[in-house]
């Protein structure tokens, strides 16, 4: 069975610290993952994805990055955190795109005072 | 661009009602639609997704038919059930790429 694993579970960060999240998938090799950010309230909204090891495709602009150093791991992060980047992050992963069910994480909770 | 509507944020119903969620849709290509469903301090994950042969998918009572004459794809079941209350998304993928695109939420509480 596939497992979906993110940490931290919740972080408070000071704005202008940096800040690293992390994804991993077992149980399937060469997912596809993408990562996604959740405002209080708001929708859900893709921010990157990933097709295969060192390749990742950026879907919107919030002064954030990713990278897929191994199969089975997803990263987020930025080196100078705003307030805007408050929210909910969401890793998911798919066998393949279109049709694809996207299998999501729990989630990290991010605060920035 | 692609794009997804649910004209409701916030339906509550009585227990043993109908419940229908709205979801619309544009589209440049023909494209497969999803809806999620998050409850509480959880992650999303899948309530029902479109077939590629226009069968209606169904799933825990739900159910959900695409009309592409009117780009819709409105989630519908016989009979709330508390545990119903959930966060539901719209959601729309064209077979061509990797992006998921979420509509807007409809928060459905379901009342004794």
């Known amino acids: 069975a596939q497992t979906i694993h993110q940490w931290p579970v919740a972080e408070i960060k000071a704005v202008g610290s940096p800040l690293s999240l992390g994804c991993t998938i077992k149980g399937k090799s060469s997912p596809n993952l993408y990562w996604y950010w959740q405002a209080t309230g708001g929708t859900l909204q893709q921010l990157f994805y990933s097709i295969t090891v060192g390749q990742v495709e950026s879907v919107v602009q919030l002064n954030l990055s990713a990278s897929r150093p191994k199969d089975d791991q997803f990263i987020l992060s930025t080196e100078k955190l705003l307030l805007s980047h408050s929210g909910f992050y969401l890793c998911a992963w798919s066998l393949d795109w279109g049709q694809d069910t996207q299998y999501f994480g729990p989630g990290t909770r991010l605060l920035v005072l | 661009g692609d794009s997804v509507t649910q004209t409701e944020g916030l339906v509550t119903l009585t227990e043993g009602l109908p419940v229908m969620l709205n979801c619309t849709y544009q589209?440049?290509?023909?494209?497969?639609l999803f809806w999620y469903v998050q409850h509480l301090n959880e992650a999303p994950k899948l309530l029902l997704k479109?077939?590629?042969?226009?069968k209606r998918p169904e799933h825990q009572g739900f159910h959900a038919t695409l009309h592409k004459s009117s780009s819709s794809f409105h989630l519908q079941k016989s009979s709330a059930q508390l545990s119903d209350s959930a966060l539901y998304y719209c959601a729309l993928s064209v077979n061509a790429g990797a992006k998921l695109t979420f509509g807007g939420g409809t928060r459905l509480t379901v009342r004794p």
């Open positions: 589209s440049t290509y023909s494209p497969f």
């Open positions: 479109s077939f590629t042969d226009n």
